[in-house]
Every structure is written in structure tokens, then in C-alpha cells.
């Protein structure tokens, strides 16, 4: 029942991995305490890799997810074997969908062991199959074979996460008391991991694409949902030049003056002016990130056929207008900007055939954005009006996350051009992980607002089971009464279950949370105790702020659909 038939200590076993990893980039660790990991966390400690505490897995997991976001470079999540393995799971499926370097380090007992009568053992190789670029067994036999696992995980962490799950032979502990580390302990930067460039083929199968459709005078559309990297101002504003271009502003398409963020509010002004759908329908879609935002914009988007190209660096196509859609393997900035520097370089200009169908859209933009100031200011106090308020305070220095609910979507209301863009676990999560991922871009030493609900918050409350926790986080939580986004929604007011399954109209004191984490707590009821407590609310604190804000149920949902009606009329 040994790990290996070498035998390695499970202590240099551990060794071997941390060092390999760190020659692949690893930035930091989050660990939670457990025995079996004991090898995983002396290895880190030895290497100087910095380590952050965290008690709950799922937690710690979403931890390690905000670092790698915040860094854009690998950071490892570590793990004692059994149900605390699956508990990475929803991290993990996050980085997978949105190409997040996430390591997952799960400590086993020996291979065989599940089936003998232990405690705390389940099946975990393969357990995070579906859900990761790739998985790995970590019991090297030889160094080649080290090698050789190594580099697949360096390959295969280009595109998104890996889980390693590492079975471990008693005794797990040295005999010695920790020494000192040997690299000396560093926060972040140990080495560059390698990045990831596009085979120069898929690029030129993409401008091939685009110039084609170009000359032939289609209908381009660039649509971006979420994506965690950095797009360039210049790239986008050169694709606005022949493609409408529109998405989430947690895609980074925000940042270009002209592109649409508010795509909900853009179909439903479309919709209102009852015009024919054929004349806003695209030839080509051009999609990267996760999927938009907007469902109606979508659903639209598959009443009539259309050509489809998605750009995603694992090579991800999903078949979002049907089944012939085309896969760029690239990572989306680079093959923005390769695109970009054609339409520059070749001074493309919207072809006189798609100039009226660019405007159609452009136009309908335009009728939003002016009527917004109005609808705005004629809404009560609401989650609208304190959405309003945040997003116009928020600092800039300070990076914006949003939890996965309403705040998401009120955010591409208040979105402005030059600010960063904003994050959201859109990739596939839903509002299990917002506030640890937040906490994690913190642990960097980002300084983080987060938006959120009450039900998001009450959720991830063991986000701050965290050691340290860090102070630069500043959390807005809309208190709404539990659950706002049921209102958006025809069906579950239909059932009559609205708020008795639906809601969960809680009653907890959110002050009694943020006593038990050291998050200093305040409470406003109104748009001028808001606007009051957000004068001096991003100044330096000692711990984490947090800022209840209560609405009130009802009326935010009937402010949000009046607002609506009001800005497509
Ligand atoms: C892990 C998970 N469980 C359940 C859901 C279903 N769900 C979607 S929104 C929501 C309520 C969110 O409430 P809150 O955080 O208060 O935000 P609001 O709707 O008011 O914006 C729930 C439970 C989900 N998205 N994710």
C-alpha cells in the first residue's frame, strides 16, 4: 500500500511537486489544516512559498482563485484527502470556464486505500475530471517521469486549471521542526510562468475569416462575456471600425466609448421600437469569454442563422448559434490585437454594404444612453439608486467585483469607459464563491470593492475564515430582502411560491457576521446615509468595511422594469 514502489517519503514526494511547480510559476498557496496534507504544506513552507490559511475548502478554493486572477499567474489550493477534495469543485469549474490558472493539491492516502477500510478516503484521482484542463496522479517513479508530469501541468495550466492529487505514505511529518525556508520567503514572483501564444495558424485562419467576411460586406459582430484579461483600448476601438461591438464589462469590451456593456437594456430598447429584427441581425458573430449576460440578446441571436466564430485559448467552441462554429485557439488579446492591427494597417473602414446596419445599432445605443439620466433620476430609492450611487463613488485605484446575482447586471448600467474592468464569476458559478474571491484579489494586495447581495454574502461567510485577512476590501451588500433577481423573473411570481421558496426572507443581523470575522460593520437605510457613509468609506482601515445597504423588495424590482420601459421609450 506504499505510494510508490520506490517508496519516496511522501515529505520529498511533496518536495518534488512544490519545486517543480514553482519553476512553473506558482505565485502563493491557500491551505486548509488536515493531516494528510501535512507533506503538501512542509514542502511550501521549505520553498518559501507565501501561504495563506483558510478553513473551508470550497472557500480557500475561490481564495486561490481571486490570487490567480488578481496575478494572472498560476496560485495553488492544498487540501486533506476525502470530502475536502471535493470541495474544490466549484473553484474549479470557475477557472476552467474562464482559463484561470488554478492548481488544486489534494493529499490521499495511499492508492487502494479507499477500499480498505479507512476514514476520510474516497475516490479522488479523476474526481475533478470534467471540470479541469487536465488531472494528475502525483506518484513519480523515476525523476523522467516527474519530468514528465510536470511539463503536462505546465502545458496544460496555459489554459486553465489542473487538480493533482498526491497520495502519501506514513510518517507525514519530519522528524525536525520546521527550518527555515531555503529560497527565502517571497510574496509573489518567483518566476514568469511561460505564456501562452496562439500557433500563428489559428491566428491567420481568424484575420482570413474577418477580412473575407469584410470584403463580402456581412454584418459583423464582436460580442465578449466574461474574461479575465486585459484588453486594449486601441484593439477594440479599431474592431468598432467594421464590427458592432458589444458584451459584458467584466469581458474588459468596455473599455472602447462606443461598445454596448448594457446589452439588456439595448434588446429591450430594440424590442419596444417593434422594428424588424432582420435589420439588426448579423452575418458573422465573433464571441469569446463566458456567456453573455444578456439571455434575450442570445436567444435572439439563434432566430436566424448566422456565422459563428469563437476565440478561446483552451481551443473551446461552444455551439452557442448551432453547430457550425468555428474554434480560434488563442488567447483572446492576442488574437484581438492580431485582428486589430489588420483593420489598422489595412485602414478598413465599415464596408458601404454593412454602414447602415453598424448605424441601426449605433443609433439605438445612442437613444439609451441619453434617456438614462432621466429614467434614472426619476427612480425612487431602490437597489437602482443604490447601485447608482456605488458605481459613481467607486475610486478608481479600487478593482470592482460583483456578486453573481443582480449586481452584475445593474453594474453594465453605471459602467464607465475608463474604468478598470470589473469582475464576476460568470464562468459558471453562481453566488457560491463571490465574496472568497474577492477576499483572495485582496490577499494580493489589490484593493477590492465588492457588490453584492445579502443572500451572496450570507452564502460565502466563510470567506473570511481566512488567515490574514486582508484589509482593503470593502464590501457594499444590497439588502434586499433575499433574493432580488426572483423578481426580475415571470416564473416564480406565476407559482405563487414567490416568497415562500423563492426568497428567503432570512431576518439574520448581518452585524452579527461581521462581528464574528472582525469586519467592521455599517448599516444605512436611505440614499443620503449612503451617500454619507461613502464619503469616507475607501479610506485606510485596519480590517475589512462593510456597508449594509437596505431597499426595499418590492419596489426595486418595479423601479428596475420602470426604469427599463422608461429608457426604451
Ligand atoms: C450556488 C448557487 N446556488 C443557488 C443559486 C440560485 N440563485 C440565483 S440568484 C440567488 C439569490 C441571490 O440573492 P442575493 O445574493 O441576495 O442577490 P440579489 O438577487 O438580491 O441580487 C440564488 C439563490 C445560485 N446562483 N448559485
Redesign the pocket.
Known sequence: MSANPHNTSALASANGLIEGLLKLGLQAAVVSPGSRNAPLMQALHTAGVYCVVALDERAAAHHALGMALALGQPVAVCCTSGTAALNHGPALAEADRVNLPLISLTADRPEGAADQWESQTLMQTGVHALHVRADFLWSPETSEQSEQTLHAIGQALLSGPVHVNCPFSEPLYSSEPAQAPVHSPKKFGFSTPPVEQAAPLALDNLTTRLEAAHSAGSRILLLGGTQPHELRKESIEAWSKIAVVAGDSTGGIGCAPKAIVATDRWMKGWKQSKRDWNDAHPDLVVTFGAPLLSKALRQQLRTAPVQHIHIDPSGRAPEAFGPSVVGIEAPVAQALDTVAERIRTQNLSASQEARPWLSAWTDEEEQRRLAHPAALKAAPWSDLRAHAALHEAQPSEWTLHL?????VRYAQLFHQTDANPPWSNRGVA???GCSSTAVGAALTGQKVTLI??????L?DGNAFIVDPLPADLRMAV?H?G?????RWLDGPQRTGLLNSHFEMRHGLQLRALCDLHGLEHQRVNDEQGLKAALKGWWTPSDSPRLLEICTPSEESADVYKAYMAAVSD
Do not use: E, K, Q
Open positions: 456578486g453573481n446575482s443582480t449586481p453562481g453566488i457560491d453584492t447581495g445579502d443572500l451572496g454574502f452564502y444590497i434586499n433575499g433574493g432580488g433577481v426572483f
